[in-house]
């Protein structure tokens, strides 16, 4: 059974300041991975995916991922008050299912 | 467009009572999911369906929940006699073709 693992569980960093987030996983049959956003009383919202090795930048997010090490990660350049939010990995594997399973989330604190 | 709508927003329950939750998707999403998602935690998937068939209902405690999505659209997930390690907004989201998952924004329920 697929484990996906978040660290850190808690991240303070200053305005301005860049934030990395770290995921790893177990299946190497993984395929597709995204990273969820979820602000407090609100359903979690995709922010982006990545589907294969090596960076993907979309304005201030960074991803990166490495299928060999089973491991992605989330930067975050610029960090802002308003990124203070629980984040989220989340591993699809393949094989016709497409079965969806989430990390336990990394709570982000940018403080101004 | 609108989005994946939950309803009710809230329940408290006393232990051995019985609640449903209910679930309209985006229009058009063929994959509809649920989830539960205990305070501070990650979201951690009960039951999917493609269109009105289960895809995985492997981590859906049989005894007790259950979950139906008979025209493909529209999806209610019931608890009979609830228990106190119930407690958790309850999450549920819709995708088209696997893709990006929309999220609701959840039913949190209290067992009392």
């Known amino acids: 059974q697929q484990k996906v693992q978040q660290s850190p569980e808690s991240l303070i960093v200053p305005e301005g300041g860049m934030a990395s987030l770290n995921c790893t996983f177990s299946?190497?049959?993984?395929?597709y991975f995204w990273w969820y956003r979820q602000h407090s009383g609100e359903g979690p919202k995709a922010l982006m995916?990545?589907?294969?090795?090596g960076d993907k930048k979309e304005g201030r997010f960074t991803a990166h991922l490495n299928k060999a090490s089973l491991h992605v990660s989330l930067h975050i350049k610029d960090s802002q008050p308003s990124d203070s939010a629980l984040y989220f990995c989340a591993v699809i594997t393949s094989g016709g299912n497409y079965k969806p399973t989430f990390g336990k989330g990394t709570s982000l604190v940018v403080h101004p | 467009e609108a989005g994946v709508t939950q309803s009710p927003r809230y329940a408290v329950l006393q232990e051995g009572q019985a609640v449903s939750f209910w679930c309209d998707p985006i229009?058009?999403?063929?994959?509809l999911y649920w989830y539960q998602q205990p305070r501070d935690q990650g979201p951690q998937l009960l039951v999917y369906f493609r269109d009105e068939a289960v895809i995985d209902n492997s981590q859906l405690p049989s005894d007790r929940f259950s979950a139906v999505r008979p025209k493909g659209t529209n999806s209610t997930l019931k608890i009979q006699s609830a228990k106190q390690g119930d407690t958790a907004t309850y999450l549920c989201?819709?995708?088209?073709?696997?893709?990006?998952?929309?999220f609701g924004p959840g039913t949190r329920l209290t067992v009392l």
């Open positions: 995916s990545i589907f294969s090795n």
């Open positions: 299946d190497r049959n993984s395929q």
């Open positions: 229009s058009g999403h063929d994959t």
């Open positions: 989201a819709s995708s088209f073709n696997n893709y990006e998952q929309y």
